[in-house]
């Protein structure tokens, strides 16, 4: 088990374009978490899956952000029409249930230029 | 919706100090988490608190569940335990963690 991974570290890419992050929790897991954090700032919540289901959106999570977690294992956050509003670390969290710890991964910086 | 105030933002001391990091929030809770963030993003849990208190190595973290409260104390601190120590709860009718701002730690030798 070498815990939550995240893919790629780093994504560069131009205003307009579309960008997919991976996240690849703990394996025996079935929480997945999505968070957003810029600059200073504590991380804010975006989204999160119980196994395949997708339970609870944060308002902050536009119609050009969407999030899969099709057989209830990786997940793939992707942003489309990226505006540079949209740079920041996207985090994503494993749990084994609502009430355990959660185990973050090491995140992806987005920077939209 | 929970807010969450952590007090102080920033925070430098001796190497050996006692270092205590305050949280606030504004609504009932099922659980508080300290975490712990180092430059580059990577964030370690390092509790998960509903009451009464915890304590790992030289961490211990309290609880005030009446009070909306909790502490998080490092005894003989190092510069090693520098980083942004942050809050974060959950509850308040929401599933995800709301997180407060972090507190920012240096440990001078």
């Known amino acids: 088990d070498t815990g939550v991974s995240q893919n790629p570290r780093h994504k560069i890419t131009k205003r307009g374009q579309n960008v997919t992050f991976r996240c690849d929790p703990i394996?025996?897991?079935?929480?997945l978490y999505w968070y957003r954090q810029t600059l200073g700032q504590g991380p804010e919540f975006l989204t999160y899956?119980?196994?395949?289901?997708?339970?609870?959106k944060s308002r902050l999570l536009s119609d050009r952000f969407s999030a899969e977690r099709p057989k209830g294992s990786f997940s793939t956050l992707e942003i489309q029409r990226t505006e540079q509003g949209d740079s920041a670390m996207y985090l994503c969290?494993?749990?084994?249930?609502?009430?355990?710890?959660?185990?973050f991964g090491s995140g992806t910086q987005l920077s939209v230029l | 919706k929970n807010e969450v105030e952590q007090s102080p933002q920033n925070l430098t001391a001796q190497e050996g100090e006692f270092i205590t990091i305050n949280c606030s929030y504004s609504?009932?809770?099922?659980?508080l988490h300290w975490l712990q963030q180092h430059p580059g993003g990577g964030i370690v849990s390092l509790f998960m608190?509903?009451?009464g208190k915890k304590k790992h190595g030289r961490l211990i973290a309290t609880i005030n569940i009446q009070e909306k409260h909790s502490s998080l104390h490092i005894t003989a601190s190092h510069p090693r335990d520098s980083a942004v120590y942050i809050c974060?709860?959950?509850?308040?009718?929401?599933?995800?963690?709301?997180f407060g701002k972090g507190t920012h730690l240096i440990i001078q030798p």
């Open positions: 969290a494993s749990s084994s249930g609502g009430k355990e710890k959660l185990f």
């Open positions: 394996s025996e897991h079935n929480r």
């Open positions: 899956f119980q196994n395949e289901a997708q339970l609870e």
């Open positions: 609504v009932g809770i099922s659980a």
């Open positions: 608190l509903s009451s």
């Open positions: 974060a709860v959950r509850g308040g009718g929401a599933d995800g963690l709301t």
